[in-house]
């Protein structure tokens, strides 16, 4: 098990409301997107490291279940939980917050997979990210007292 970590913390706006007002669905995808790339960030992958090593991150799969409606003005949080790493993706979780009251208002589960941008094609992950994601690692005793 992993430790999760914040990625993301901001307002709703009264332009990300859908017809029935509340937040719409792309302003949810929008604010998971943010905070994978502060997740991948936080496992070595920043923009200036995938660049510079011709590599990308793409998103393989994704699955998101909204728990309540979030409304203009609410403050927001996201925390992000390793999953699972393989050779060649990652999977991850994000969990959506109401910052005032603390309450879950969604969450996504993501499969990422590092890609190759020059050849096309998926690329094992670099060291720095099995050593980033060993530092999140939980120690199982610890986590069932």
Known sequence: M???FETY???VYPWSMDHVG???VASYTARFDEATWQFLSGL?????????QS????AADQKTQYKREVLSGSLLHVTSELLELGRKKIR???TMYDSETNEVVAVTELVGVYFDVEHRVSAELPD???ERASALLIDAALSVS
Do not use: C, D, I
């Not at 070595?44 to 510079?52: E, I, R, S």
């Not at 590599?55 to 793409?58: D, E, L, N, Q």
């Open 128 to 130: 720095v990210v099995r």
């Open 2 to 4: 992993y430790r999760a």
């Open 55 to 58: 590599r990308s991150a793409v």
């Open 44 to 52: 070595g992958l920043t923009p200036t490291f995938l660049k510079g």
């Open 22 to 24: 509340h937040m719409n």
């Open 92 to 94: 991850f979780a994000h």
């Open 9 to 11: 913390r901001g307002v």
